[in-house]
């Protein structure tokens, strides 16, 4: 059976392959055929891997080229504050079954780092609602990657972001 993880990314090379050398307006386009497609599928946890891959980069430009990501930005207000030494690595989160043995050092482990839950490298976005709190060192093991507990919970910014993107690009 395959993972969820791995049809995220069976459905984004894909996506990636439809649009690969094509101009914008074609894969403006693209986008809102298959946005349109999965539109009732929103808030459904078992169609993530399919509404995951439409927050990639690649697709956050208009018609002509234009950059719609940082109209799509909302809450980023204080993603990176408000963190004290007392917080928690979060790890257990991310991972389920795991703790950070570094919570119980926070001398030698220092403030926790504010971390995208779902990398903003794939399309995740700087709010308040995909922020994790991780250790430096959890931090750096994460990098970009999307496990299996990823996809336990239907990430309740998605709808609007999605739907935000769409209205982008239908003007």
Request: hydrophobic fraction near 35%; aromatic fraction near 16%; include cysteine.
């Amino acid at each position: 059976m395959i993972s969820q993880s791995n049809l995220y990314f069976k459905n984004l090379l894909e996506h990636l392959a439809a649009i690969n050398s094509c101009d914008f307006k074609f894969k403006n386009d693209y986008w809102i055929n298959q946005f349109l497609s999965l539109s009732k599928e929103l808030s459904n946890i078992r169609y993530l891997p399919n509404l995951m891959p439409l927050i990639y980069p690649d697709f956050l430009y208009g018609h002509h080229g234009n950059y719609l990501g940082d109209l799509l930005q909302f809450n980023a207000n204080g993603f990176n504050q408000g963190i004290n030494l007392s917080d928690h690595c979060q790890f257990d989160f991310i991972v389920k079954d795991a703790s950070c043995e570094f919570n119980n050092y926070k001398s030698i482990r220092g403030k926790c780092q504010a971390d995208h839950f779902w990398p903003h490298s794939l399309g995740g976005p700087t709010i308040l609602e995909n922020r994790v709190l991780l250790c430096k060192f959890h931090n750096l093991a994460k990098s970009n990657s999307i496990l299996d507990s990823f996809w336990k919970e239907y990430p309740c910014w998605l709808d609007d972001y999605l739907t935000r993107m769409y209205h982008l690009k239908i003007n």
